[in-house]
């Protein structure tokens, strides 16, 4: 089984629809990430957890929450979604001095 | 605050010709420095990563990696490439300064032709 399980792993959405994402990590690691990977832009980071009550915003958070439901849970919602929210959504663990692990990966694409 | 700059957008290299791959880093403190590798359809795998001690880092399937802390850089190398390393590649880092959260660079495209 993959250390960290994303679902689903492809989704096509309306334009005004809220969608969840959803990853689990079986790392036991207490941090957790979601990145947006758009074609020449890398990966920037949405969201970040330290632990289930430590939350906090990365550098393109706007349109987006989330929640840490476990140490192992943490989901990203797309409250209204829009066209250029289409990319593909990459959830990942690590623990403060180690590398971090990525799920499979969400492609989203917004119409 | 820390960022990841590399150098190379797109690459584009014949089977067996050798490979370098620009990374530099801003940050005046200690830092963890990483090199992932994304196939197609694939989420980001760890190629090699540096913590402390012997600069020149080994990762796997052949690359190697040099930290040199004056240049603030950490290129990877790999003497002969394969038409398998077709992939994109990402420099990344975390520190104290920015809480360990991991930060990547924007990535390079390599294309190997058989």
């Known amino acids: 089984d993959a250390d960290v399980t994303q679902t689903p792993r492809n989704r096509i959405t309306k334009t005004g629809k809220r969608i969840m994402l959803e990853c689990s990590q079986t790392?036991?690691?207490?941090?957790m990430y979601w990145y947006r990977q758009d074609p020449g832009l890398g990966l920037r980071l949405i969201y970040y957890s330290f632990d289930v009550k430590d939350i906090n915003k990365g550098e393109i958070s706007d349109g987006y929450s989330v929640s840490r439901q476990a140490q192992a849970k943490f989901s990203l919602s797309l409250e209204s979604a829009i066209p250029n929210q289409t990319a593909l959504y990459f959830c990942?663990?690590?623990?403060?001095?180690?590398?971090?692990?990525f799920g499979q990966g969400t492609r989203l694409t917004v119409v | 605050a820390q960022s990841v700059s590399q150098h190379n957008h797109h690459v584009i290299l014949s089977e067996a010709a050798s490979l370098e791959l620009g990374c530099n880093y801003s940050y005046g403190g200690t830092v963890n420095l990483f090199w992932y590798v994304q196939y197609p359809g694939q989420h980001l795998q760890l190629l090699l990563k540096?913590?402390?001690?012997?600069?020149l880092v080994k990762g796997i399937k052949g690359f190697e990696a040099e930290f040199i802390k004056s240049k603030f850089s950490f290129n990877l190398r790999k003497p002969s490439v394969q038409w398998s390393d077709t992939a994109e590649y990402f420099c990344a880092l975390n520190s104290l300064g920015g809480s360990y959260i991991p930060t990547f660079g924007r990535g390079t495209s390599l294309i190997v032709h058989p």
């Open positions: 990942a663990t690590s623990d403060s001095h180690t590398e971090a692990f």
């Open positions: 540096y913590f402390s001690g012997d600069p």
């Open positions: 790392k036991g690691h207490d941090r």
